[in-house]
């Protein structure tokens, strides 16, 4: 057995999460950018219809959208696209009055190269914010400081000519890196959390939570070796050097450890969940803290590079499972504003079978906006890329997994403008809220059947997670238990019909076939691609 019975009782190890990514959710004022009143006017959508617990909204702070808004320029204040602080104010309590929590994102790395603090970095190399980013001197010849590239493509220095220094920018040059290094800016980066937190949000994404500190000798990275495998999806030129010195620094760890010390002295039981590209589990595991001290997790990203076949999947789940300290909670997740969408990776058949997999497993799942409709990712000619990644490379284009949510068949899609700032995938006719709505073998009814049997089920919510015998070829099949209940999970992920043994019980969910609730004594079918939820009374 992975994972014992029970949870020790935090809100967010029972909830199910929606990432909304603002832009793209909903348009109150019709300028083509979706914005916070937008949000709150589908509240209700998200707590009753669909049935989630929580919500990551993605930045909304000041921002001159270099990266769509993570490139802050004030913390603390929301930018005009989206509103006002008094409409964010109004939406952490219309989230409350729905019973549901609200996560901001953190992006501790940088700020924008527009924020008061780096303007005042770089007035000379004697201000008195000189240190709060990082700055180095060139190279005798002039070139930058040592051979890191930046995540979106090129170098990751760029030259001030004013003051003759390079400063580092992990992402692009409009978001240079804070120095967590200095004890001011770690103070001004809680404060900012303090900040958010006093108005009552339940916690924090954190952004490249595993980036904000790096050799402090700025050390060459040696390049790639032909041999090399990547364990996580083509990064482009980032790609070109295996990241020892940039990524992951062991200094990160303390200060994970002073953010999480702020969150623990708030009422609302705040989590955080940090964003970590690290594929070794122990090191990824290590970003709990030994003392379950750091981050409330590390988001789980093993399942988006798993493999999609069976006994990969399962040597994944059980590989992050038995990892995870004692103590310690995972979360599931297949999709977000990065990353290609989940029915364009694996097809709707699978998508399927992943909603019910992340939906039952042990750990709190996270669900992309839109990935309830089975929205997929649109297409678009490269000059009109909005995406500064894909600007730079475009086979990284992150648009098309950011198209404007699809509410109706009406023909702005019900997102409320006509011209919205990236195109509407072209199936949105058929493939939205309302239509889905009407229809009981949707991907949207499929989602919200299992959310309800979820919410009742205590074996879902935290029980145990046991391996089943029968999970072998390319059947996945697990067992959840608590104290009072039993829950058996079943995925046919192959194009053959399988009858699978299984201790007696009912189908509760069948993921193509909205019908099926037949009892069984001895065994259960299942057409191709089909995943059955099983209750056992
Ligand atoms: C994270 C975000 C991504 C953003 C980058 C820089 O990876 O998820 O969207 O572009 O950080 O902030």
């Known amino acids: 057995m992975v994972g014992s019975s029970g949870n020790n009782g935090h809100w967010w190890q029972t909830a199910v999460f929606y990432q909304i990514y603002p832009l793209s959710f909903a348009d109150s004022n019709g300028d083509g950018y979706g914005d916070l009143e937008g949000v709150i006017s589908k509240l209700d959508y998200l707590s009753s219809t669909l049935g989630v617990d929580a919500i990551w909204l993605s930045p909304f702070f000041k921002s001159p959208m270099a990266d769509w808004g993570y490139d802050i320029a004030d913390h603390t204040d929301v930018d005009p696209l989206f509103g006002d602080l008094a409409t964010a104010e109004r939406l952490i309590e219309e989230v409350h009055r729905r019973g549901m929590r609200l996560i901001l994102d953190y992006v501790m790395n940088h700020t924008s190269d527009q924020h008061p603090w780096f303007d005042e970095s770089r007035t000379s190399r004697t201000s008195a914010k000189r240190d709060w980013y990082v700055w180095r001197d060139p190279k005798s010849d002039g070139s930058p400081p040592n051979n890191w590239v930046s995540v979106f493509g090129g170098p990751a220095w760029a030259l001030d000519s004013e003051t003759g220094q390079y400063y580092r920018h992990t992402f692009l040059p409009e978001q240079p890196d804070l120095n967590w290094r200095n004890p001011e800016v770690v103070d001004a980066m809680l404060d900012v959390a303090r900040f958010w937190l006093d108005r009552g949000v339940d916690g924090f994404r954190v952004d490249a939570a595993h980036q904000i500190m790096k050799?402090?000798?700025?050390?060459?990275?040696?390049?790639?070796?032909?041999?090399?495998?990547?364990?996580?999806?083509?990064?482009?030129?980032?790609?070109?050097?295996?990241?020892?010195?940039?990524?992951?620094?062991?200094?990160?760890?303390?200060?994970?450890?002073?953010?999480?010390?702020?969150?623990?002295?708030?009422?609302?039981?705040?989590?955080?969940?940090?964003?970590?590209?690290?594929?070794?589990?122990?090191?990824?595991?290590?970003?709990?803290?030994?003392?379950?001290?750091?981050?409330?997790?590390?988001?789980?990203?093993?399942?988006?590079?798993?493999?999609?076949?069976?006994?990969?999947?399962?040597?994944?789940?059980?590989?992050?499972?038995?990892?995870?300290?004692?103590?310690?909670?995972?979360?599931?997740?297949?999709?977000?504003?990065?990353?290609?969408?989940?029915?364009?990776?694996?097809?709707?058949?699978?998508?399927?079978?992943?909603?019910?997999?992340?939906?039952?497993?042990?750990?709190t799942p996270f669900i992309y906006y839109g990935d309830e409709l089975g929205m997929v990712d649109t297409e678009e000619p490269v000059e009109d890329i909005k995406d500064p990644w894909g600007i730079n490379q475009p086979f990284l284009n992150r648009d098309g997994c950011r198209s404007p949510m699809q509410w109706s068949a009406a023909p702005d899609a019900g997102f409320g403008s006509n011209e919205p700032w990236l195109p509407l995938a072209p199936d949105h006719e058929r493939r939205n809220v309302e239509v889905e709505l009407a229809d009981p073998s949707s991907m949207l009814n499929l989602y919200r059947k299992i959310l309800e049997i979820r919410r009742g089920s205590p074996a879902l919510r935290f029980g145990s997670y046991l391996s089943h015998p029968e999970s072998r070829g390319d059947v996945l099949a697990y067992r959840r238990e608590s104290d009072t209940d039993t829950k058996t999970v079943v995925l046919n992920l192959s194009d053959d019909s399988q009858r699978v043994r299984i201790s007696p019980g009912r189908v509760l969910v069948s993921t193509s076939d909205p019908t099926r609730t037949e009892f069984f004594a001895e065994g259960v079918d299942l057409s191709p691609y089909e995943g059955v939820l099983i209750g056992h009374d």
């Open 215 to 363: 050799d402090p000798e700025g050390r060459d990275n040696p390049p790639t070796p032909h041999d090399y495998v990547r364990p996580w999806k083509d990064m482009g030129e980032f790609d070109r050097f295996v990241h020892l010195y940039d990524l992951g620094h062991s200094d990160v760890h303390s200060a994970h450890r002073r953010f999480r010390e702020v969150l623990d002295l708030y009422p609302q039981d705040p989590m955080s969940v940090g964003e970590i590209h690290v594929f070794d589990l122990s090191e990824w595991a290590s970003y709990y803290g030994e003392k379950l001290d750091q981050l409330s997790m590390p988001f789980n990203f093993h399942l988006m590079a798993s493999g999609w076949g069976a006994a990969e999947l399962r040597v994944t789940i059980e590989a992050v499972l038995w990892h995870i300290p004692v103590g310690g909670w995972t979360n599931w997740t297949f999709g977000n504003h990065d990353e290609i969408r989940l029915a364009t990776r694996v097809g709707e058949p699978a998508a399927r079978l992943a909603a019910l997999l992340m939906l039952t497993l042990r750990g």
